[in-house]
């Protein structure tokens, strides 16, 4: 009515229009509806709530009519809502419709109070929405990236397979369980599909949510025939399965009878880890908990399983490539510890992805003995070339006797045009883009002197103890690394050390933590121990979380050279000298019962180069001979001048001693130092004479 009392047409219209609205809602709406009176009871429902009869939920309280997982808490929240009239709006729960059969499902409710024109609460408006499927595309979703995160992070394939198994178990599967080819894993090519039934696989990852069946990794099998692993490995296609009580093919497959009965498992999926058809193994992902797995998951498990074979195929390139790198990086290193008169050395090679580390210990003249080790940062082959090449320059530096803080200069220069070489390759290669860095040091020990002159590029210092087991400081200068900008000069830095003192030379990865050298001198603290025994300590003395990926260690024990192997004379400056020296030269070798041959070379070299020193050198004048495995002669004098060999001809008087002294000597050469030079040679000797 209106306000004159006269009958409003537009009122009739309005109730029409809402009683078609809610008949439309009722009848049509996607979202089940439930209008609840002031006892919480069914009064109305729509038709779309499921397949079950709307008329047998007429009546009931909404907990009988849904199988809540927290009955409970959803009547406290429809009576909270009832009495104040504050909504609720989508909140989730975990339920089903009591009369209607399957697993608990994920719903949204809303809840509305129904009120009159007064205000009066007449009951409350329950909106509730099956969002299961939503939640599931949710899940497939964040497993899916939890499987390209977890599965693929490593070049390891284990950890690729942990990976995968660590991503899919809760939140996929209950149970998964990776298998890869055996012989894959041992670095041989993928066989062709289909897999010969010969041919065994390896657990190689293992997750469950209720059993713990860690014990099976690592075990081996082979798969039985007319079976879905059989299958999946044969065509290449995944098998989504019902898993029961009568199950034919369980007959044929023993022990996955009775991992189902143990784990009450009801759905699986087997999905074959493959690449460009080769088989690489098998993924089986098992359910016994929720929903059997449907069409959708088995597109989920497909795009898994071609992440995770790609990531295998990846580390297991990889891991062909650190084998070939490792190899090399092992041929280009010495194969022994170098037998020295007068220092004893022992080493630690510690395996990882670094190929560039390496060391050295080179004989140098006058009994002295070059300790080098040195680190290119990175791996694969071209760290191991790079690391061949530095080597090799080393050792040919190493030759020309000179001191450390040159050596390390001249191997910078190669290191320089290593690098131009590198820039100049094209942009397309993977190297012209990969900079080079490394590290090095250069020590020589001399036992004459008991002095050790160490240079470093970049590297760490070494550790030293004195024979009591003293830590000694040793002040040395760091240059520049290798193939850096840095053009600052290389230094040296010099130590006297008492016999027995030992030395520990240690690429940076050995050094992680400020405690690092202390804890170095700890494991040294008893030098007279073997050596071997001295490199163990300062591995297991690492700490339990340092990752080396990759280290080098050397130990010099110093030591002089024995006096029964040695002899020294200062010699006149006059031309009486070289007959006199042959004279204590014969006396000496033949005390040593060297054979005449070798005596008669030795006299004439040695009387050649005291001619030498008499003639052109300045005094005083030095005879040394020393035996070891080579027989060794030195002439010192104070002169810096050095003859050179020259090429007389036929009718020239002289000019041919230094000639004679290359013909006769193995090798020969000039060592400068701050008070003169000294000529050497150095002679082989026959085997049962040293």
Request: glycine fraction near 8%; charge should be negative; proline fraction near 7%.
């Amino acid at each position: 009515m209106s306000d004159t009392g006269t009958a409003d047409p537009g009122g009739d219209t309005d109730d029409a229009m809402a009683h078609a609205l809610l008949d439309t809602l009722f009848s049509q709406s996607a979202v089940g509806l439930h209008v609840l009176d002031t006892d919480l009871r069914v009064v109305r429902v729509n038709a779309l709530t499921e397949a079950v009869d709307p008329e047998r939920i007429v009546g009931l309280h909404f907990t009988e009519a849904y199988r809540l997982d927290d009955p409970e808490g959803a009547r406290q929240l429809l009576r909270q809502v009832l009495e104040t009239g504050a909504p609720l709006v989508n909140r989730p729960v975990r339920g089903r419709l009591a009369l209607s059969t399957g697993p608990a499902r994920s719903l949204n409710v809303t809840l509305h109070r129904l009120d009159s024109d007064e205000g009066r609460p007449l009951g409350v408006l329950a909106a509730v929405v099956d969002v299961s499927e939503r939640d599931k595309a949710h899940v497939r979703a964040d497993v899916l990236t939890a499987v390209r995160r977890g599965a693929g992070h490593s070049l390891d394939v284990a950890a690729t397979c942990e990976g995968l198994v660590s991503a899919l178990v809760p939140e996929f599967a209950d149970l998964a369980v990776v298998e890869v080819v055996d012989e894959v894993l041992r670095g041989a090519d993928p066989p062709l599909s289909p897999l010969d039934r010969d041919v065994p696989l390896r657990r190689a990852a293992v997750r469950g949510t209720v059993t713990a069946p860690d014990s099976l990794v690592g075990e081996l099998r082979r798969l039985p025939e007319a079976t879905p692993f059989a299958l999946a490995v044969t065509d290449l296609r995944p098998r989504l399965v019902a898993l029961g009580p009568d199950t034919p093919w369980l007959d044929a497959d023993p022990a996955t009878r009775r991992m189902i009965e143990a784990t009450g498992a009801h759905s699986l999926i087997v999905a074959p880890l493959k690449l460009h058809g080769s088989v690489l193994g098998l993924v089986s992902l098992y359910r016994q908990r929720r929903d059997a797995f449907n069409e959708r998951d088995l597109t989920l498990a497909l795009t898994a399983a071609a992440h995770t074979a790609l990531s295998i195929e990846n580390a297991l390139r990889y891991a062909r490539e650190h084998v070939i790198a490792t190899t090399v990086q092992r041929r280009l290193l010495p194969q022994h510890d170098g037998e020295r008169i007068a220092i004893e050395s022992a080493h630690v090679l510690l395996p990882g992805r670094n190929s560039g580390c390496w060391f050295d210990t080179i004989g140098l003249s006058g009994a002295r003995t070059a300790l080098i080790i040195g680190n290119v940062a990175g791996h694969g082959l071209q760290t191991a070339i790079t690391m061949g090449q530095l080597r090799t320059v080393i050792h040919a530096l190493a030759g020309l006797d000179l001191e450390p803080d040159e050596v390390l200069a001249r191997l910078n220069d190669t290191a320089d045009r290593l690098t131009d070489e590198r820039r100049s390759l094209p942009p397309g290669d993977a190297l012209h883009r990969q900079p080079l860095t490394a590290t090095c040091l250069y020590a020589v020990y001399d036992p004459f002197t008991q002095v050790c002159t160490v240079a470093r590029a970049g590297h760490p210092a070494p550790v030293a103890v004195g024979p009591d087991g003293r830590p000694l400081e040793l002040d040395v200068p760091e240059g520049p690394a290798l193939f850096s900008e840095d053009s600052a000069p290389f230094a040296t830095g010099s130590v006297r050390l008492d016999e027995g003192s030992v030395l520990a030379f240690l690429t940076g990865s050995l050094l992680p933590e400020e405690r690092s050298v202390e804890r170095v001198r700890e494991a040294l603290a008893f030098p007279e121990r073997p050596l071997r025994e001295l490199c163990d300590a300062i591995v297991y003395n690492l700490p339990a979380e340092a990752d080396p990926d990759g280290a080098a260690l050397l130990l010099a024990r110093t030591g002089v050279v024995p006096p029964d192997r040695v002899a020294t004379w200062e010699l006149a400056h006059d031309r009486t000298t070289p007959a006199m020296a042959r004279t204590l030269v014969r006396d000496r070798l033949e005390g040593w019962n060297l054979d005449e041959d070798t005596i008669e070379a030795t006299e004439l070299i040695v009387s050649e180069l005291i001619t030498n020193a008499v003639r052109y050198g300045t005094p005083p004048v030095q005879l040394r001979v020393m035996l070891d495995r080579t027989l060794t002669c030195e002439v010192h004098d104070t002169s810096p001048v050095a003859p050179h060999l020259r090429h007389a001809r036929t009718v020239d008087e002289g000019g041919r001693g230094l000639f004679i002294v290359s013909q006769l000597a193995n090798h020969w050469g000039t060592r400068y130092s701050t008070g003169g030079k000294a000529l050497w040679t150095e002679q082989e000797i026959p085997e049962e004479d040293t």
